[in-house]
């Protein structure tokens, strides 16, 4: 029986180190701007998506850790506290609350197709809230006071297309991926 259980942990541990590590290339899949559009997010859906809540959770943690420590896995192969601590930081946080919020999605009513896709949106607005209000924060003690619709029109209308074209292809590929994947 102990020999079961330390299989199972160590295939979550194999798990959530393929998905932090499928983060970091997702996020170097850049297209430079002020904030750069990356498939950050849409590794974010397919770990939570194909892991689960739990384990989903921590691939993203594991993956903004590492990142903290310096290693290049934030977009542009950037890492370290200066990233976390900028203007975008607050959007790699907002991964985390997105992943939490998916998680309580999960469990509450379960692993429905229309709540997983409305766990996903909900999730995506959640990072927006979070990394949005943290741009303003940062935005205005660097250059000045922002306000919240010049703050949406620069991080996050430009995202809305490309991000729910990234919930979709998670989704799918998520549902398709989750069976050929043994976790329990």
Known sequence: ??????KIKTMD???IAIF???MAVCSWISIPMAIPFTLQTFGVFMAVGILGGRR???AILVYILLGAIGIPVFANFTGG???LFGSTG???FGFLFSALVMWAMEKLPGKKAVIQILSMVVGLAICYTVGTAWFMFIYGRQVGAIGLGAALLMCVVPFIIPDIAKIVVAFLLSNRLRNHVRLD
């Open 81 to 83: 506290p200066g990233v």
């Open 13 to 15: 541990l194999v798990f």
């Open 1 to 6: 029986m102990d020999t079961v259980k330390q």
């Open 56 to 58: 989903g959770t921590i």
């Open 20 to 22: 932090a590590a499928l």
């Open 90 to 92: 607050g959007y790699i």
